[in-house]
């Protein structure tokens, strides 16, 4: 039996619902929007990294690769810290300049220049590199990772990021 | 979809049983408090989670940390602006929802054991306020909770064991924070939880109760004229009495939820409106030398601040103690004091010359600990001297280094000057010079002091005298 009272009752209690899903459907997007923004925000912003000073242009000669152990700032959340990287310069004609991630990219290892035989060495798994970075020999997946570098007033410039370490592609760590 | 839960878990039977329920006839809007209350404790939750994403509880990390939040979270500040406003919205909706439940008698038969677990719940919000508002670490956190756990200590006998309870030891630091996050985080929470639980189970199972004016005519009506009305309702008077009322009730789902909901996101709207129209107050970090701040605790609390100001030295107890013990001893035994026959507050005189009282006194005693707040203190620590600086102070006094130099004004003119010295010279300079003058300068007329001094004196002198303006 449908009475004008029954079909008055259940409009009434369809709209009174509605209210009840609108109320709780604001409120979801009121405290739901802050809320997911802040818990996913600082995994999403990239941080920019600075120009850091590698010293006079001048100090490198050319085809000499020389190591230089930059201080990285680094800020995790509010805390801030500093740690020491190293990094190889080496200076092509132009002058040109190509700035080496000084980790191995087999397993990060520190390599160095063998001047006697013209070449980067790994001493953990015997990687080789050329003066180009390019592998000559060993397990090293890719050639040595470079940075960008500038020359600004003067004074040689690297941006300082590390890569994953034993993959062919190059990727950022 | 509907058939398999139904199958398995006879929601049916559920949802007819919580939502379909019939709410007595004559509940009004005051009975949305308590669902108001639960709303914002579930927004005090999720905003105190996001916050717990990012907070650290060490001395060292914790006010930096909110600062971060602050500055570098995206919605930080309106999270944490949400997070604040919404503790004191809490306790005014509790304490709202006490002073409507009181008022109306409801903790009379057969409602009592909700009336004690609400009291339970009533102190854990407060609770809540005292161990959040330390975890900022900021001035005001650091001096609120020194002098709360001060008057902690106050207690006669168990006092002082109390207090490093409370502070994790005989300090208030790092043991002091994590203790508090724990409380705060961990340990109240649950508690919570398992009140509410208590709490809502016992509403739902019992029904709400049916306005006093409203009830005590249908007792009156039930019972006829002759009957008198000096004693309160027998079991089966109530049932009776009930029953009718909430054959004339409404239904829960929608009648009655939809005014929760709607009053419910009223409070919540006017919690992230002042949280993005005020920014959320943090002061500087706390610093325990800083002898000009002015402590005081959270608004909810400053009736007990004013209070213990009539207490003087060793009746301090007195305030902390035995006051507040009284309130909860008359709250827990206010439904076998209150026998009365009626509900109506109008029947009530002493319940509600109480209540009205205590309402005033509380709401004076907060009135006029704002009035009397003190301005800061002149803060002086930028012109104390270091302990090193004060055994260099002495040295200057004891060796006679004004007979020959100008020093915080007054002294002899054969030397030149050493106020503003630092300007000057640099302390590697200083400290040589003084040690043997004439390594540095061959025609001084100055005598060496290393001997008779030590290189630590010597140190401690040049440290002094960095400080000379």
């Given amino acids: ?173 | 979809m509907y058939g398999w839960f139904q199958d398995r878990l006879n929601v049916d039977l559920l949802w007819r049983g919580l939502f379909i329920r019939k709410i007595p006839f004559g509940v009004n809007l005051l009975y949305t408090l308590g669902f108001a209350s639960l709303a914002l404790f579930f927004v005090q939750a999720i905003t105190g989670t996001i916050l717990a994403l990012y907070y650290s509880p060490s001395p060292d990390h914790a006010y930096d940390s909110v600062e971060y939040v602050m500055t570098q979270v995206p919605f930080g500040p309106v999270i944490r602006g949400i997070h604040h406003w919404g503790a004191s919205a809490m306790v005014v909706v509790v304490v709202l929802h006490m002073l409507v439940t009181f008022g109306m008698g409801a903790y009379k038969y057969p409602r009592e054991v909700t009336w004690w677990v609400g009291i339970g719940l009533f102190i854990v919000t407060f609770a809540f306020g005292f161990t959040g508002y330390l975890l900022p670490w900021d001035e005001k956190a650091y001096w609120a909770t020194t002098v709360g756990t001060n008057m902690a200590g106050t207690v006669p006998l168990i006092g002082d064991f109390v207090e490093r309870v409370l502070r994790g030891g005989a300090q208030l630091g790092a043991l002091t924070l994590t203790r508090f996050y724990a409380t705060h985080m961990l340990i109240l929470p649950m508690v919570l939880v398992s009140l509410v639980a208590v709490h809502l189970f016992l509403v739902v199972w019992q029904g709400v109760s049916v306005p006093p004016r409203l009830w005590d005519q249908a007792v009156a009506t039930f019972r006829g004229p002759r009957r008198a009305q000096t004693a309160p309702e027998t079991d089966i008077e109530y049932h009776a009495v009930y029953e009718d009322f909430k054959l004339r009730g409404r239904r829960f789902f929608p009648d009655l939820i939809v005014e929760d909901a709607v009053v419910s996101t009223l409070v919540i709207l006017l919690v992230v409106g002042l949280a993005v129209l005020f920014s959320t107050p943090l002061e500087g970090q706390a610093d325990p030398t800083n002898t000009g701040y002015v402590p005081r605790p959270e608004w909810y609390f400053l009736f007990l601040f004013e209070l213990l100001k009539y207490f003087p030295g060793s009746l301090e107890w007195v305030g902390v103690v035995v006051l507040p013990a009284l309130f909860f001893v008359f709250l827990v035994l206010l439904p076998f004091l209150d026998r009365g026959p009626r509900r109506s507050p109008r029947y009530r005189p002493i319940s509600s010359a109480v209540g009205g009282l205590s309402v005033i006194a509380v709401a004076f005693l907060t009135w006029h600990a704002v009035q009397t707040t003190p301005p800061a203190l002149a803060d002086d620590r930028n012109s104390r001297l270091t302990s090193t600086e004060v055994l260099g102070h002495e040295l200057v006094d004891a060796q006679g280094c004004r007979s020959c130099h100008v020093i915080g004004g007054q002294g002899g003119q054969i030397g030149p000057t050493l106020d503003g010295v630092a300007g000057r010279r640099s302390a590697a300079y200083i400290h040589s010079y003084i040690e043997n003058p004439k390594n540095l300068s061959p025609n001084a007329v100055m005598p060496a002091f290393l001997p008779p001094l030590t290189h630590q004196e010597v140190e401690d002198i040049t440290q002094y005298l960095l400080t000379l303006r």
């Fill in chain 1, 1 to 173: 039996m449908d009475s004008p009272v029954a079909a008055r009752d259940t409009d009434r209690r369809t709209l009174l619902a509605q209210i009840i899903g609108a109320c709780v459907a604001f409120l979801a997007a009121l405290l739901g929007v802050p809320a997911i923004g802040a818990s996913v925000g600082p995994a999403l912003t990239r941080q920019e990294a600075a120009w850091l000073t590698l010293g006079n242009p001048e100090n490198f000669e050319e085809a000499v690769p020389k190591a230089v152990n930059l201080s990285v700032a680094r800020r995790d959340g509010w805390i801030e810290t500093t740690e020491v990287k190293a990094v190889w310069v080496v200076r092509q004609p132009g002058p040109q300049f190509t700035v080496f991630n000084g980790r191995c990219t087999h397993l990060g290892c520190a390599y160095s220049w063998q001047a006697a035989q013209n070449e980067f060495a790994c001493p953990c798994h015997a990687g080789v590199y050329g003066l180009n970075g390019g592998v000559l020999a060993g397990p090293p997946p890719r050639p040595l990772d470079s940075l960008p570098v500038r020359v600004e007033n003067n004074t040689l410039q690297v941006q300082y990021q590390d890569f994953q370490l034993g993959t062919p592609e190059q990727a950022p760590a």
